[in-house]
């Protein structure tokens, strides 16, 4: 019962039916590959034919593939970028069932398949998730090199969320699957760029300034959306934000050289690793999606 419980408060899964998945204004591939475990999951794959980022997208907790057009679309027209967006398991056309390890599992797969498929080491492809799929981006991150880690409306846990949502419930004692981002950020010393609305009413934005004041790393931004609610889209000069901040990475890259195999975390992740055995054309678009 309590399993049950928590599965609808951190992984309400939406209806195939809600969302688009035979998008006429972007051109994607269907594709699929597999978890660590053999979970069969499904993405899409949109390439830019002269791409300055690569991206893999983790989506929220109540979305799936379908309902990522409009950020694909953002994403690839604003910064010249390929994406990889996919569903964890037991979401949209994935197999499986939830649980934070499969979860983590399932996008350390994409990384590996979006590296693969496009010749680029898995230090030069950006992190990006939204909401709960920022939790998993942060778990990715010390886990597998990066090239920067992108967050938005992320909490500092999932247990934190749902206790400012559901108050009268223990979840502090229940709660297994606690995706706490404050903790595990410590031991990543890469670049991250937070954005979180000031009024979320699902995420406080104090909740989420505790990610990025807690990230190990130097090169760290937090970027605040006037009002807003926790779904509401990014407006145009978030894009241009994070622009500048990408281009300062890239210019921190170049200038110093990588550390080893694992650049985005903190020397003291690393010690521990190392004991371990082993704007007009995309509104036009976005209006005909409306």
């Given at each position: 019962m309590?399993r049950?419980?928590?599965r609808?408060?951190t992984?309400?899964?939406p209806?195939?039916?809600s969302?688009d998945w035979?998008p006429?204004w972007?051109d994607?591939?269907?594709v699929w590959?597999e978890?660590?475990?053999?979970?069969?999951?499904?993405?899409?794959f949109?390439?830019h034919?002269?791409?300055r980022h690569?991206?893999?997208?983790?989506?929220?907790?109540?979305e799936h593939?379908?309902?990522?057009?409009?950020?694909?679309l953002?994403?690839?027209?604003?910064?010249?970028?390929t994406?990889?967006?996919?569903?964890?398991?037991?979401?949209g056309?994935s197999?499986?069932?939830?649980?934070?390890?499969?979860l983590?599992?399932d996008?350390l797969?994409a990384?590996q398949?979006?590296s693969?498929r496009?010749g680029?080491?898995?230090?030069?492809?950006?992190l990006?998730?939204?909401?709960?799929?920022?939790?998993?981006?942060v778990?990715?991150?010390?886990k597998?090199?990066?090239?920067?880690?992108?967050?938005d409306a992320?909490?500092s846990?999932?247990?934190d969320?749902?206790?400012?949502n559901y108050?009268w419930?223990?979840?502090?004692?229940?709660?297994?699957d606690?995706?706490?981002?404050v903790?595990?950020?410590?031991?990543?010393?890469?670049?991250?760029?937070?954005s979180h609305?000031t009024?979320?009413?699902v995420v406080?934005?104090?909740q989420a300034?505790?990610?990025?004041?807690?990230?190990a790393?130097?090169?760290?931004?937090?970027?605040?959306?006037?009002?807003?609610r926790h779904?509401?889209?990014?407006?145009?000069?978030?894009?241009?934000?994070?622009?500048?901040?990408l281009?300062?990475?890239?210019?921190?890259?170049?200038?110093?050289?990588?550390r080893?195999?694992?650049?985005?975390?903190?020397?003291?992740a690393?010690?521990?690793?190392d004991?371990?055995?082993?704007d007009s054309?995309?509104?036009?678009r976005?209006?005909?999606l409306?």
């Open positions: 309590i049950f419980v928590e609808l408060l992984y309400p899964a209806s195939m039916k969302g035979d006429k972007i994607k591939e269907d590959f978890s660590g475990d053999g979970t069969r999951l499904f993405g899409w949109v390439s034919p002269k791409p690569v991206i893999l997208y983790s989506h929220g907790n109540n593939v379908g309902n990522q057009v409009n950020t694909l953002r994403l690839q027209s604003t910064l010249d970028a994406v990889l967006v996919y569903d964890y398991r037991g979401y056309k197999e499986g069932k939830p649980t934070e390890e499969g983590i599992a996008g797969a990384q398949w979006l693969e496009t680029l080491p898995l230090s030069e492809i950006l990006m998730g939204r909401s709960l799929g920022g939790c998993v981006s778990a990715m991150a010390v597998q090199p990066c090239k920067a880690l992108l967050l992320t909490s846990s999932m247990v969320a749902a206790s400012y108050p419930l223990p979840v502090k004692t229940v709660m297994r606690r995706f706490d981002s903790a595990r950020v410590k031991d990543y010393a890469g670049p991250i760029f937070q609305r009024t979320d009413e406080p934005v104090a300034q505790r990610v990025t004041e807690n990230a790393g130097k090169l760290k931004q937090f970027f605040e959306v006037p009002h807003g779904n509401e889209p990014l407006p145009p000069n978030y894009y241009t934000a994070l622009g500048n901040f281009d300062r990475v890239t210019e921190m890259q170049r200038e110093r050289p990588s080893g195999e694992y650049p985005g975390r903190s020397e003291a690393d010690v521990a690793h004991l371990k055995p082993s054309d995309i509104d036009q976005l209006r005909h409306a």
